[in-house]
């Protein structure tokens, strides 16, 4: 918005506006303007959320020594939303379809988030949403991401080959063109874009939503997370990196850098509150519209694949959930003393503080093991 209404039209009078035309600027006051607002807003939401009595409700069936933290304020997610939607807005570039589709992301799932918290509310128990309204939402939220996707495909602005590192010269694509020599049905030949984007986009909004469970856990990975996707856009929209790089050059991924930044800003202010012991949590809102954005910029700069390293912990999570609901279907024991595996780690008497700290510092070298690809390529 500032950026199409008051610094590209002065650059030309005011030559020292130009230097909002840097996205690597721009990221910063993104990061910046994210960050203050989230620490101005935060006590004002927290005081709205309790007088409200908006807390949240502890499954009976969790940890004992969580159950101390029913009533503390929830929906906290509201706050990470209106912190990275407002300097996203400010200092990105609005005519960028990337940003758009980026804002669509994160807003869609958040609003599944919301519906999920406020069931939850009116329930006045930890039942939300069912697993297939959940379900059919995501669905359609892809869709609808899909579909415009394949719109922009059609005029060579996005790509809907998979990119693999280390096999730079390996790109499948994802939309079936022909099947033993014979002409595949429009409908049929999407099935594996669609099937893999929500594989993606779905799968990453419940890991966030699995991992927050411990204050500051989910939220601190989201840093680290939005922070590597950040490097990985700008090297993505950048012509001369991308091609030293051997990096799909994707010219519109730039922009999401400052998406990107966005989230880290407005993240880092919501673990102000959120720190052990939490004075907030963000609830599904906040962690499904993350997950759900952290996706979508992987998806849009061609980075899916390395999105599993670097959300390795989000990954590690829902695989230990899958496992433990497995085990227990097919033979009636538990792998685990309870899932997600941060609960597994509390039942064998590590603190909360440990766990989170642990499992940043695996969050952290994942990323940037998944940073190192860039050059191994």
Known sequence: MLYELLFEPLSSAFGALRV???????????????????????????????????????????????????GTPTMGGLLIGMATIVPTLLWAD?????????????????????LDDYNKLAKKQNLGLTSRQKLGFQIALTLLIGLVLIGLSSRGDYSTELSLPFAKNLQPELVIQSLLGSPVTLPFAYVGFFGWLFFVLAGTANGVNLTDGLDGLAIGLTVVCAGALAILAYVAGHAEISAYLDVPSVPLAAELTIFCGAIVGASLAFLWYNAHPAEIFMGDVGSLSLGGALATVAVLAKQEVVLLL?????????????????????????????????????QLGWPESKIITRLWIVGLIMALMALSTLKLR
């Open 20 to 70: 909002f035309g840097y996205i690597t600027v721009r990221t910063t006051m993104a990061t910046f303007t994210a960050l203050v607002i989230g620490l101005l807003i935060g006590p004002w939401l927290i005081r709205r959320l309790r007088s409200a009595q908006i807390g949240q409700y502890i499954r009976a069936e969790g940890p004992q020594s969580h159950q101390w933290k029913a």
């Open 94 to 114: 609005l005519s960028n379809v990337y940003v758009g589709i980026a804002l669509v992301a994160f807003v869609g799932f958040g609003l599944i988030g919301f």
């Open 310 to 346: 670097i959300g390795a912990v989000f990954v590690i999570e829902t695989v230990s959930v899958i496992l433990q609901v497995g085990s227990f279907k097919l033979t009636g024991k538990r792998i685990f003393r309870m899932s997600p595996i941060h609960h597994h780690f509390e």
